[in-house]
């Protein structure tokens, strides 16, 4: 990829979020992740080239710096910042445009900063070969996966919903989704097979913007504009049957449905407890539960099947990412008066912005603020401060998505004359999934900004007024 001869012909629309739109490569397995401004700056831009590349900068270093340490190396790819030519830039604009969710494009794309995040293609992984079958990649941003035990918490609702099912309810009245999800993150971070099965079955049944399904790195499967239905189940179906009816196909001409979806969960629940990548992850058992960890609104817990948390196995995703997660110790409304403290001191001593890292640099010396935090409050400025970069990086873990990319075994190894009847016989009697190589990655681990945590209380308040006048009634 030559910075200064880019064609935005070998450049197609992926997929956006509410900050960044991504394109592919349509040959090598990279993408370009570029920044999102609200329309109406569209003419106007927000910040300057130099402001602009020291948000992407910033996202490198936190991403490589502090998120990597916290949740393993392994699952990081940070990144670099590129400036690429702006006739490259608006031309890809244009093109992209079309492609777009119109529920996504009350923002436009940069086309004055050159600048973007070059990262690789974690839909299709280069080691692909375009003759075997394509890798499936699916992406699922799990949300926050425990509840709050603050003595700051004054609601006691909080503390028995979880803030994902409260937010359903929150969404649905503003008529941000049609429907609900039953998808409960506390399901899938419990480590029980079956409550982590029943989560990922719900995402599917309702991907809203947590579940993303990719073959060959082309999206098969999303919730669809807005608030309309998901894509269809069926053609999901259509497209995940091949990689499961191995073996059986030759006893049943035709696996159920159900079949093929609860191996395809299946697969997936491995990954998400494996330690990351390979083959089949050894499931090692370190519990972690303290705590409730239990939602009362998930409708499995309604079923009363109560197997208790079977706990994450350490070196798994979902496991560093809770914990991550948990840095949010004393849960918005404990941290807001500590947001107080610090902004009150930067009014006072607005030079102390910098020596205290409020807006960066992301470096070792912000890592070490967070993690050396007395356990106590002091009343100093520094307590303060840990405490909110605790807090921040907590949100990026809540907000964060997780990848799992799975290679199925090649042909010769599984199939045609090299099969074996003994290998045959395994799968037929065991009746075990294929194989699939599998990786599992974490992506879009950008800071969230000091400023924005007053609106995360707000947010809070408004979230939890609404289910105690609406929520907790309904079925
Ligand atoms: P959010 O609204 O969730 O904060 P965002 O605006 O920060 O999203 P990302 O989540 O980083 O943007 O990217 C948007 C989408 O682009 C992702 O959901 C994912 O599908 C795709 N994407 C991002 N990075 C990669 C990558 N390295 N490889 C493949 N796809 C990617
Ligand atoms: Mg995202
Ligand atoms: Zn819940
Ligand atoms: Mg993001």
Redesign the pocket.
Known sequence: MELDKMDENDWKY???????L?VSHVQLSR?L?LLKYPAEDSENPPQTVEQAFRQIQNIVDFSSNVMSSLLGEKFI?SGEVVKLPLEFVRQLSIKVQHQRPAWRCEKVMDIYSGCALC?????SPALHQPTHTPPLCI?I?PKCGFLPSSKHVSKDIKTKVCRFCMHQHYKVAGGKWKRRSLYCPLDLFSGNRQRMHFAIRHLIEEPQ?NL?IFKGGQCIYSSKEGSDDAMDLTSLLHHLRPYFQHGNIRINSHMTSKAVLNDFIQVLVNALLSGGGGGDGGVVTDRQGEGRSFCEASVFNKERIRHGSQGLPSDSVLFRTLQTQMLDTLDIEGLYPLFRRVEQHLQDFPKERTRLQMDGPYNEAFLEKLQKCPTEDDGSVEYAVAKVHQYRVAMTAK?C?IMVTLVPRSEEEEDDEGLSSQRWLRDFLSSRPPAFSYSVSI??L?PKPFDSIPRQLRLDQKIVSCYLRTGGALP
């Open positions: 992926h997929g956006e979020g509410n900050k960044s991504v993408v992740r790819h990262l690789p293609n974690l839909t992406e941003k913007n993303k907000d998505s992506l879009d950008d």
